[in-house]
């Protein structure tokens, strides 16, 4: 869902200044967009979960690049499904930094700044990466594994 969480303000410019970089985002767009928006950023609105492996496929990296200072309410309890869902895919993941994703001790690259992600961004187009990290951790992280950890917790009240 691309919706006013996002930080498209931080995304549009990482675009401008990386034109040999396409910018793709996967899904129903609920907000208001720019129209001045650069000629390297797309928005493929909803696609058949079949076309996902492709679009995923030619990816360096993916993101989270919620606009925490505008909406820090609204994210905080966020859990991040679509990081195990990234990372699943062996794909790095450039995220913004709030406490639900800081205590996943995720392998996932966290920024604060403009310039951190931007920084991030070039990290991800400048060399390939290892996916067995990323893979690794969706598997820690499964459904199964995730309620086997709270039933453990529950047991011990």
Known sequence: MIDSWLDMRLISRTAQKNP???F???GPVST???KDNPHNLFFTGPVDH???PHIMSRAK???IPFDVDKNPDLIKGIRPLKLLEYMAAGLPVISSRWPEIEDMNSPAWLYDSDDEFEKLVQRAISCEQ?????KAFSRQNDWKNSFNLLMKELRSC
Do not use: G, I, R, T
């Open 130 to 134: 290892d996916p067995e990290p990323f």
């Open 50 to 52: 079949n076309e996902l």
């Open 61 to 63: 990296a993916c993101l």
């Open 32 to 34: 208001k967009m720019n």
């Open 24 to 26: 793709v985002f996967v």
């Open 20 to 22: 040999d970089v396409s």
